[in-house]
Every structure is written in C-alpha cells, then in structure tokens.
C-alpha cells in the first residue's frame, strides 16, 4: 500500500514550510516535494500605495534580510526616478547588505546548520540546537552569537534600527556616516575576523566525514546565477548577473535588473505558494538554476579581497568546473561572510566615505523600474510599474528562495530516495532530508506569492445525497 | 486690566483657579498647567469640538463637555482625568484606529504622529473593535505634497488652517458620519486644484495623512508652532 511521510513543519529554516514523501507498495519513493505553505500578499498591498514608501514597506517581508528588499526596492525606485545616487551612498549601502549577509549567514551556519553539523545528524534531537552546541563547543557558539551581534550592530549604527531600518531610500541614504560611527566600526573587525576564522576552521575538520551526505544533499549538475563586477569578482550590491551552465560556461552575462524578466520566468507548482524560476531560454524546468553562495562562488572569479580569494583557490579545488553538491553551500556561506568583513574594511577606508552629500532626488520619470541585489540566500529582484503621480500600479518581486526552489525539492527527492528503502526511516534520516532544505538557507517568508485566485470548489449537497447546487471559481 | 473685563473663579482638578469670561476651559487648564489631551484642536486655529478627546466632567452635570470650545462660568467644578474620562478616551482612539488603515511602521510620521503619541500617553494598548479596513485612495497628484486618505482622522485642521490663514479654502469635507472624506475644491485632483502650495495644511496634519513627498520613512516631523506666530504677527499690522 502506497505511503505519504510528512515532516511538518520542517525545522530549523526562516519561515513555515512541509516536505512530503509519497512511497508505493513497495516502500520505495516515488515523489517528495517541499511545501511553501504561508502566503504573503505584498505584490498585492503595494499596489496603490506612493512608489517611494515601497522600501519600508516592502523590507517588512521579512526580519532576517530586510536590507536586501530595502536595497532591492529602493534600486527599483531609483530606475523610476531615472536617478544615479552619490558615490558615498552607493558604498554606504554596500556595507550595509554586507553587514546583513555577514548576520544572516550567522545565523544560517550556526543556530540552524551547526547543530547537524557539529553534533551529528543523528544526534538526540532534544538538544540539536544552538544551545547544544554553545554547551558541547563553547568557543563556537560564541563565535556565531558574536558575528550575528557584529552584523546587527553594524546595521544599527548605519541605519539608527536593527530590523527593518529606514535608512535606505530612493536616491541614497538618510544620513551620512559620522566619523565616531566610523571608528566604532572599525574597532568591531578584529573580533569578527578571529569568529568567522574559528568557524571556516572548525568547518573543515569536520567537511569530510560528511561525504555520504555530500554525495546526495541536492547534488546535481544545474545552471548558477550570481552578480559580479566588471572584474568578474564577487559583488552582492551592484554589479550585474551572470548565468553559467553546470560545466561553468557563460550561458547569458550583464543581466540588468532591467533585462532580469526578459531572461528570467517563473512557474508555479500546485503543491507550493512558492514560484520555481527559469532561464526562459531553456524553459521550465530544464532552465532551473541555483543562486546563493554556491552560486556566487561557482561563477566570480575573485572575491577581490586578500583573505577570502585565498580561501576561495581552495574551494575551486573542490571541484573540476562548478561545485555541484549543496552540501558545500555552508562552506561558501564561511567565505561569504570573511569576504564580507574584509570588504566592509575596505569601504571604511575610502576617502568619500563620511562624504555628506548621500542623497538625489527626483520625481516620476519612468513608469516602470527594477531593482536587483544579493540577499544572503541569492539573488533578489523588484520590478515595479507606476502611475505618472507615482501609485503602485503593479509589482513582483523574484525571490532567491524561489529561484533555488527547483533545485530544493530536486535535493528534496534525490536524499530521500537514497536513505528510505523498504519504507524504513529513522528520526535522523528525516532529520537529514529536513537538512538538505537547510543548506540553502531559504528563507520562506519571503518568498511566497499568490498566484491567480485561489482555486474554489463549493457544493452543496441535500440530505439524501442529491447535488443541489455548486460553484467553481 | 480693563473694567469690562470679568474674573471668574473655578476649580479644576481641586486647584483653585481664575479665568476672563469667555475663556475656554481647555485655555484655563494648560494656562495653570494642567494637561487635557487634544487632537483636532490647535493654537492659532478655531475650535470645532470634533475630536471629543478633551471631554471633561463638569459638577452636577451629567453631560460631558469638550472643554476647547466650553468656557468657563463662576463656580465651575472641573475635573480632566477621572476614570470615566480616560475611558471615553481610549475608546475614542480606538474608534480613530479601527475607522482607517493606520499602519504606523511604514508611516511617514512614525515617531512624530499625534494620534500615536495620544495612543501611547492614554494607555492604548489594545483596539477591541474590529479594523474596518476600507478601500481609500491616495491622491498622490500634487507636485510637493501628498493626502493619503488611510491616515486620515477627519479632524479638520487641513481645512481650517487653509480657509482661516491662508485664506484659499482649498480643503472642504464631503459626505457624512463615517463615509466623510477631505476633498480639495469641489472634489478635484489636489495637483489641479486651486492650492497656492503653502504647506501650511501639511505641517498641521497631526498624522501622516498630508505629507512632503520628500520625506519618507519616519522622517516627518511637522512644526505647527508657526500658526499662533503668523497670526500674532498679523494682528500687530
């Protein structure tokens, strides 16, 4: 008799999702899927709302990387308003995304993945979480606390707010760095390069006895997206994307936000609130692609700072050509983030920096404008259209979890298939299923859409069983 | 002091304290420092009793008086912050609340917003009424300024600082109870109305409902200390 194994909800991720596991008679699998099971409505809510209030609003989608939407957003903005903003806004913003992709990657790696990772994927479940491991390996437990502490802090000290701040709008930034914020900033870093190497070394004692599930978390030849620089190096602010296909050749280069739904489709699936998206020219689903820190590694050709380019040569040797397995994700979220403290570094010690020109205005002179950046997760687009007062006529936002969807449930699939035989699991094999999602680090909130209405069915049936009336919409 | 002028005496709050006749009580209580909260009232405009935050309990009376446009009269026993009081107060802010969409993180005036602070100072902490969540527009035409009509609480400052100061008498309120809405001219576009762009009916809002187009975020704090200036001013010429 056929089976379905649900694991709901799955743990350890941003946001509410199911994976389901559908066995036939014989025990073996023969689907799974994961399941996006909230719905947001924030395409809908913008609309009619003025275009240069979407920033705040729509970072509201999600507490973990609202700097991405509000960069993203406001990038968008800024397409409408047909303006460039100052060069000391543009970096003070580059710093600000790295600084949430330095506290997001923190909390990835070590309060969601650690605990599988630093006490084993069998381990008793009672205590496989983040206060598992500050007890079993305090010094990396304080490591992660530290470097979500230096994240938030950093977007405290730019943006006046942890969450949500409203610093970033159309056309720059509300306010210039002060010198004093400067020099706290500064003092933050050598704590944060000892964490984020305490952690990149720890990870590679252990990376190995990981193989089995190495072989099988989501490991598959795929196309990878990601922004780079002019100098193909790593960039997660501006820049423009890149596709490669699973051998590393360039499939599509300098995708603009502006060119982004020229190139980029999205599907939908009956089973998810989440969208699967494509490379058009391919078509769906052989044009599904992953982003992230996978994906950003796989196609830069530098990280374009000292430390983390070395740490980089390492990782290429991973493998010849892209790295293919999603288990090594958690690496490059390592690199990530020492690139991503590096960086900041460096943005800190451009001459412009405390500049106090940071911000341009302009009204309504497009009707139409998108936006794109790198959220920790991957890449993340707004694409808005405007009435000519500036009314949110429409929007869709494309989020990294979306685009990472295919390749999740295909991940999904793929370890189930490899640990449930004769429909016999364990806790720990669920566990490790519910472990492949956590490689991506999705985040689910964010990334869910309605689509259509939504499908209704009512009868009404009389006492003796007759149909007496019924409407489908 | 002038023979036509009348002293009356009153208490307020147990202070014992003296007013001119045709003093408001409202005037009486913040002259003797003592707090009423308000919403629709403001120095340098008229009263129209509107927003019935500044209700008071007057002695042998059972009737609750709005104390911005009730004077005072001898003997007057007033008192500002009974229990009762504070009640009517809060259910008066929840009604403001549940009426519109007032979404206070997203608001330009997050931080400088007179019914959030009143929320905040009267002890709001719930609103026990369903949220009616109507439909409104934004008229977002104008050149400098926008009216989100969400935000709005209907307390008329828009419209009495343009027809009282400025004199242009742009702003009017068209319909009726809880379907009234602010209108520019005779229900036109506010970009194609007859607005001389002053701003003075932005800097009055004591929401988000009239706001710079310049501003966004939580970074609109409004001055409308200016009014009791310009009208003193006025009155010196």
């Known amino acids: ?473 | 002091m002038s023979d036509n002028v009348e002293v009356k005496t009153l208490v307020i709050d147990g202070h014992e304290v003296s007013a001119r006749r045709g003093q408001t009580i409202l005037e009486v209580a913040r002259e003797n420092n003592i707090d009423i909260p308000t919403l629709c009232h403001l120095d340098g405009l008229s009263d129209v009793g509107a927003c019935r935050m500044c209700l008071v309990e007057i002695a042998g009376s059972n009737k609750l008086l709005p104390s911005c446009v009730a004077t005072v009269s001898e003997g007057m026993q007033v008192s500002t912050s009974s229990e009762r009081l504070q009640k009517h107060r809060r259910t008066i802010l929840e009604l403001l609340f549940a009426e519109r969409n007032h979404v206070c993180s997203v608001c330009v005036a997050n931080g400088h917003c007179e019914l959030q602070s009143l929320g905040q100072s009267q002890g709001l902490t719930h609103v026990r009424l369903p949220y009616c969540n109507p439909e409104l527009t934004v008229d977002a035409s104008h050149e400098r300024f926008t009216l989100d009509h969400n935000r709005c609480i209907l307390c008329t400052r828009c419209v009495r600082v343009c027809a009282e100061v400025e004199g242009a008498h742009v702003w009017d309120v068209m319909g009726r109870g809880i379907k009234s809405m602010i209108i520019s001219d005779l229900h036109e576009d506010w970009g194609s109305s007859s607005c001389t762009r002053c701003g003075k009916c932005v800097q009055v809002c004591p929401t988000g409902a009239l706001f710079d187009k310049s501003k966004v975020g939580a970074e609109h704090p409004k001055y409308p200390d200016f009014l009791p200036y310009l009208n003193l001013m006025r009155e010196a010429r």
Not at chain 1, 245 to 271: C, H, M, Q, W
Not at chain 1, 344 to 367: C, F, K, M, Y
Request: charged share 20%; with cysteine.
């Open chain 1, 1 to 473: 008799m056929s089976q379905t194994i649900t694991i709901d909800p799955v743990t350890r991720l941003e946001g509410h999702g199911k994976i389901t596991i559908q066995l036939n008679g014989q025990g073996e699998v023969e689907d799974a899927h994961f399941h996006v099971t909230q719905v947001r409505g924030f395409e809908r809510f913008a609309q009619g709302r003025p275009f240069y209030e979407m920033p705040s609003l729509m970072a509201r989608i999600c507490g973990i990387c609202p700097v991405s939407h509000l960069i993203a957003s406001a990038k968008a903005c800024e397409a409408i308003m047909s303006v460039r903003i100052p060069h000391t806004a543009a970096q003070l913003r580059r710093m600000l995304n790295l600084a949430q992709m330095v506290q997001s990657h923190a909390l990835s790696f070590f309060y969601l993945a650690s605990p599988d990772l630093l006490l084993g994927m069998e381990s008793d479940p009672a205590t496989r979480h983040i206060f598992g491991v500050v007890g079993a390996k305090p010094e990396l437990g304080r490591a992660g606390i530290a470097l979500r502490r230096f994240g938030q802090h950093l977007i405290e000290l730019l943006g006046n707010k942890r969450i949500h701040p409203g610093w970033v709008v159309p056309g720059g930034v509300t306010e210039p760095l002060s010198p004093a914020k400067r020099d706290e900033i500064l003092s933050m870093i050598p704590e944060a390069y000892a964490n984020v190497q305490l952690a990149l070394a720890a990870y590679k004692q252990i990376a190995d006895s990981f193989q089995p599930e190495i072989e099988v978390f989501a490991n598959f030849p795929s196309l990878f997206m990601g922004l780079i620089n002019e100098d193909e190096s790593v960039e997660f602010t501006d820049g423009a994307l890149r596709l490669i296909d699973a051998r590393g050749n360039i499939l599509d280069d300098g995708i603009t936000a502006s060119k982004f739904t020229e190139v980029i489709g999205e599907a939908v699936e009956p089973y998810s609130y989440t969208k699967f998206a494509y490379y058009k020219p391919l078509g769906y689903p052989e044009g599904c692609y992953r982003v992230g820190p996978l994906a950003r590694l796989n196609i830069a050709k530098s990280m374009g700072t000292p430390l983390a380019d070395k740490e980089l040569v390492e990782f290429k040797q991973l493998a010849d050509g892209p790295v293919q397995g999603s288990f090594h994700y958690h690496h490059a979220r390592l690199i990530d983030m020492l690139y991503g403290i590096e960086k900041i570094e460096q943005i800190l010690s451009d001459p412009l920096i405390l500049d106090t020109h940071v911000r341009a205005t302009a009204g309504v002179n497009r009707l139409e404008g998108a936006g794109q950046a790198e959220a920790p997760r991957g890449t993340l687009m707004h694409n808005y259209k405007v009435d000519e007062n500036g009314l949110i006529t429409w929007a869709n936002l494309v989020i990294a979890t979306g685009q990472n969807n295919n390749a999740m449930n295909k991940g999904v699939l793929q370890a189930a298939r490899h640990y449930i035989k004769e429909g016999k699991f364990s806790e720990g094999i669920l566990n490790r299923i519910e472990a492949v999602v956590r490689t991506f680090d999705p985040c689910l909130s964010c990334s869910t859409h309605a689509f259509g209405q939504m499908p209704l069915d009512i009868t009404l049936i009389s006492a003796d069983g007759e149909v007496v009336d019924r409407v489908v919409r």
